[in-house]
């Protein structure tokens, strides 16, 4: 597992946990925010990575950077957060549906 990914998921669950709280009305559950905000950051992260064609990818950057002796924080900051961001919205999508639904 690279550690673009695992960046994306992390930072996606924790993004999709956060919109919950802030939006009770968007909440799946503590379960269903976790899961959609992973699934979300994980796509969004795979989606910088496709739009970029891997330019923004962490893992090509620690490789580089450890020959180097330094890490590439940019490129982990700008995956964590649009891991966050694609967590929180998937979350908040996942929430609206089901109030559609009525399920909420």
Known sequence: MS???VI?????????????????????GGVGNTI?????GAGAGGLLSGLTG????????SD?????GSMDIMGILK???????GGGALTGIGGVLKGLTGRG
């Open 8 to 28: 994306s998921l992390i930072s996606g669950l924790v993004g999709g946990n956060v919109m919950g709280m802030l939006s009770k009305g968007l909440s799946m």
């Open 64 to 68: 580089a950077a450890a020959t180097a």
């Open 54 to 61: 891997g330019a923004v990818d962490p893992t090509v950057a």
């Open 36 to 40: 959609a905000g992973a699934l979300g």
């Open 79 to 85: 995956t964590a957060g649009l891991g966050a961001v």
């Open 3 to 5: 550690l673009s990914l």
